[in-house]
């Protein structure tokens, strides 16, 4: 992976997908909040004075929403939060509108929506970054956590083996596809065919592995995506906003249980994780989410980290930040 290559600019970019940067950006923001975990927060605390974060969220949210708002006041900056009828994408006005209009007030803008598409267009039509926390196509800010854990605890993602178990057409799981094949992972899913990634997609996840080494493949089969993994990576069956499809998937998905028979077959220095919130007796169970080797809460408490790197990324052009 390219870790001498010339960090190429992030300041004033969007942020709706993983794939909207490469791998050295990706690599910079990670050696970025890495170096913000261990630096004392009151050297923190000027670094965007004066700016404002505004955060738009039509869908519920403990992590995105505190990990953000914590990240913008420590870094000493603002934040205003407006949720559900106050703020919905396209539905008092356009989103282009509202993008323009915002981008009067604010210095970057994070939107949890539900479709994609008119996140899109409020992008496109936004003069300051603009920041996705969760929409139905993907949840990058997980992404970048879930990486940042993975590569603490193994200290290289490339040649890692990351099995993901359970519905693997959702956000979740394609933005942490999309961020550890890019960084040369190779990502292993577990699904029945009613929740099994589209070939085109794992085609397009193989390309995005193609200078890494970085690769996806689906199994049917949840041992075989399992054996030998050094990560076990799950999320709710239902995700938010897809409630009428519960039935069918707690069916459908029953046999992916990450249950502790199924992380045995993962290697022995195998981690557990999942972005949560979890539905221990459904997902996993609690001997291994609770477990020794589960990984969820510094993914949790990374999710501020490596939105810290973003914001200031985004922000400012990291003058005198020595990464
Ligand atoms: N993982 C995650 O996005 O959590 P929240 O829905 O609580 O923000």
């Known amino acids: 992976m390219g870790e001498s ?51 738009l969220f039509e869908k519920p949210s403990l992590r995105t929403r505190v990990s953000f708002e914590v990240a913008m006041t420590q870094l000493g900056g603002d934040v205003l939060f407006a949720q559900g009828q106050e703020f919905m994408v396209g539905t008092r006005e356009t989103p282009e509108d509202a993008a323009r209009t915002l981008s009067r007030y604010v210095d970057a803008i994070v939107i949890r929506t539900h479709e994609h598409e008119p996140l899109q267009r409020f992008a496109r039509a936004a003069s300051v970054p603009v920041i996705n926390a969760l929409s139905s196509r993907a949840h990058p800010c997980q992404a970048l956590a879930d990486v940042l854990t993975i590569r603490e605890k193994f200290g290289e993602i490339a040649g890692l083996r990351i099995a993901y178990v359970g519905d693997a057409r959702n956000n979740v799981a394609a933005s942490l596809a999309e961020a550890a094949i890019t960084l040369g992972a190779t990502v292993q899913f577990a699904c029945p065919p009613t929740h099994r990634p589209s070939e085109s997609y794992l085609a397009k996840l193989d390309a995005l592995g193609e200078r890494s080494g970085g690769s996806a493949r689906a199994f049917a089969n949840a041992v075989r995506a399992v054996r030998g993994a050094d990560v076990v990576y ?22 992916y249980a990450v249950t502790e028979e199924l992380f045995g077959y993962a290697r022995p220095t195998a981690v557990f994780m999942h972005c949560l919130p979890a539905h221990r007796g459904e997902e996993t169970v609690a001997a291994v989410i609770d477990g020794p080797r589960s990984v969820v809460f510094d993914q949790a408490e990374n999710r501020m980290h490596a939105q810290k790197a973003l914001l200031l990324a985004l922000l400012t052009e990291l003058k005198g930040i020595p990464v």
């Open 234 to 255: 799950t999320d709710v069956w239902t995700s938010m906003g897809e409630e009428r499809y519960r039935e069918r998937n707690d069916a459908m998905l029953r046999p």
């Open 5 to 55: 290559t010339p960090a190429p600019a992030l300041f004033g970019r969007h942020f709706l997908e993983v794939t909207d940067f490469n791998a050295e950006q990706l690599m910079r923001l990670l050696r970025l909040a890495e170096y913000l975990k261990v630096q004392g927060r009151g050297e923190q605390r000027t670094l965007l004075r004066d700016r404002t974060l505004a955060m």
